[in-house]
T-cell receptor
């Protein structure tokens, strides 16, 4: 089955800085890579996703890049704000296997 | 996106009892899954709920412990049977399919505490 590795486990940044979270996957057949944001006590919310026929996708301050050859994908958040503080999960495959999560802390 | 209603939102149960969690979607979805999220941890797939047939369980999860029903394309239940404190966790249903443009969305979760 699929195996997803995610790092870092914790990321602390100052407001306005950029944040990058990286994931690798094992199954070369995986073709769908979503990212979820989970605030404390709430459900995971889909924030962006990318399919394997695309190398990069942007949505305002959030972008995701995919390198199929290397089997890794990354989430980029620019101009971070305190409300970006949450746990972020990457996932791979149509039946998602999740990474361990990254706790992002944005200091005002 | 689909509107997902999951209940109960939380429950406190006694050891040895069973709890059934319901997941209702406002549109027909091809994919319905059940995940478990232990405190401070990631999401672990329990099983895929298949409409009209037995669920497909992931390694480490068995039907006797986590029976699942899916009578139609908008509804599923997960039962946590013969509970022990180790079953204390958040259980989440997730749905996806053409109605959600193949994107996967989550219910609000059921926080289960077993005494």
């Amino acid at each position: 089955g699929e195996n997803v590795e995610q790092h870092p486990s914790t990321l602390s940044v100052q407001e306005g800085d950029s944040a990058v979270i990286k994931c690798t996957y094992s199954d070369s057949a995986s073709n769908y890579f979503p990212w979820y944001k989970q605030e404390l006590g709430k459900r995971p919310q889909l924030i962006i996703d990318i399919r394997s026929n695309v190398g990069e996708k942007k949505d305002q301050r959030i972008a995701v890049t995919l390198n199929k050859t290397a089997k890794h994908f990354s989430l980029h958040i620019t101009e971070t704000q305190p409300e970006d503080s949450a746990v972020y999960f990457c996932a791979a495959s149509r039946i998602p296997t999740f990474g361990r999560g990254t706790s992002l802390i944005v200091h005002p | 996106s689909a509107v997902i209603s999951q209940k109960p939102s939380r429950d406190i149960c006694q050891r040895g009892t069973s709890l059934t969690i319901q997941c209702q979607v406002d549109s027909q979805v091809t994919m319905m899954f059940w995940y478990r999220q232990q405190p401070g941890q990631s999401l672990t797939l329990i099983a895929t709920a298949n409409q009209g047939s037995e669920a497909t369980y992931e390694s480490g999860f068995v039907i006797d412990k986590f029976p699942i029903s899916r009578p139609n394309l908008t509804f599923s239940t997960l039962t946590v049977s013969n509970m022990s404190p180790e079953d204390s966790s958040i259980y989440l249903c997730s749905v996806g399919g053409s109605a959600t443009n193949e994107k996967l969305f989550f219910g609000s979760g059921t926080q289960l505490s077993v005494l």
